[in-house]
């Protein structure tokens, strides 16, 4: 049977970095998101027993890192079913990859979906996850609907995604903006590896649980200004790890830093927004519905822009066909 998936990339409040466990992806601390509606990714998946081999297409093109990924990913789905049937898959993203946005989230999670139907598996939506995070760690936190929280477990049993909230509990959003299409040039899975060597890594895992609570709590009382600011701090001490590492890990550009620094002065003007970024160059900012129109229409101000993307809380991975 042929089924199709679609499911939303995230943007993590509390992040990430480094495993536990490099084959399982189980991270180091867990971590709270948001689903993002316009940032997503349409997976395809037929097991066809005709087939000697599985087939990839990304985006209308085969590409040879993909196909390993993935059918890397189908062996475990294979696995569960025990069967040995070759796939065609087709997956479609309609955002950049590479850049900070985190597509394989999106990817990974409709792939599970899609594949695990298509082989005849009827998962839960905890073993989906379980099942999405060994593809890629933050598309376990791509399943459940909305604001969703990656639950901090030491076996593979243990360690995945529960939704917090639904989709319309509070209507803030995630303007993404796209500051360049090029790839980054050291993968998150490369780059995770490097955490024990900053000197801040244990530092930072000793505040963990607390800011995660902190989160809740802001999420809780829809309390913006707590979020925002948290999230930024967040961000930026993620990123302390990542430039003190060796060797060092520089995600940002000269326009990520532009359109930061340009976060800060709406603050300061009285337009409340607060910015966080993953690990690539293109800049995530969070703003109240309010405030929503006002943000767009000065981002136009910087000419180091190249695409604006709106998101809102978002349903998690689900079939369409």
């Not at 049977?1 to 943007?11: E, G, H, Q």
Request: proline share 3%.
């Amino acid at each position: 049977m042929k089924y199709t998936a679609i499911a939303p990339s995230n943007i993590a409040f509390i992040k990430y970095w480094g495993k536990k466990d490099e084959i399982l992806r189980l991270p180091q601390n867990g971590s709270i998101s948001m689903n993002l509606s316009n940032l997503l990714t349409k997976t395809t998946v037929e097991f066809n027993d005709k087939l000697t081999k599985d087939k990839v297409l990304f985006n209308g093109k085969e590409d040879n890192q993909v196909l390993l990924r993935v059918s890397g990913h189908l062996d475990r789905v294979r696995e569960l079913a025990k069967k040995t049937t070759r796939a065609k898959v087709a997956i479609e993203n309609n955002f950049p990859v590479a850049t900070g946005l985190s597509a394989s989230a999106s990817v990974f999670a409709s792939l599970s979906l899609a594949a695990t139907k298509s082989i005849g598996l009827s998962l839960s939506e905890k073993e989906l996850s379980i099942l999405a995070r060994q593809g890629s760690g933050s598309a376990c936190r791509s399943i459940p609907d909305g604001i969703v929280e990656w639950l901090d477990g030491d076996t593979s049993s243990t360690s995945y995604s529960v939704s917090l909230y639904p989709p319309s509990y509070w209507e803030i959003y995630d303007v993404v903006v796209v500051v360049s299409k090029n790839k980054k040039e050291v993968g998150s899975t490369e780059g995770q590896k490097l955490v024990d060597t900053s000197p801040f890594f244990q530092t930072r895992l000793l505040g963990m649980k607390k800011k995660i609570e902190e989160c809740k709590q802001a999420l809780k009382i829809k309390d913006f200004t707590r979020l925002g600011v948290l999230s930024e701090a967040e961000a930026l001490e993620m990123h302390a790890v990542m430039l003190t590492s060796h060797p060092s890990l520089i995600y940002w550009t000269a326009e990520s830093l532009t359109v930061m620094k340009f976060v800060k002065r709406l603050r300061t003007d009285g337009l409340e927004a607060y910015f966080t970024i993953n690990t690539g160059q293109d800049v995530h900012i969070l703003v109240e519905k309010k405030n929503l129109n006002k943000l767009t229409k000065k981002l136009k101000e910087l000419d180091v822009i190249r695409d604006i993307i709106i998101n809102k809380p978002a349903k998690g991975a689900h079939l369409i066909v």
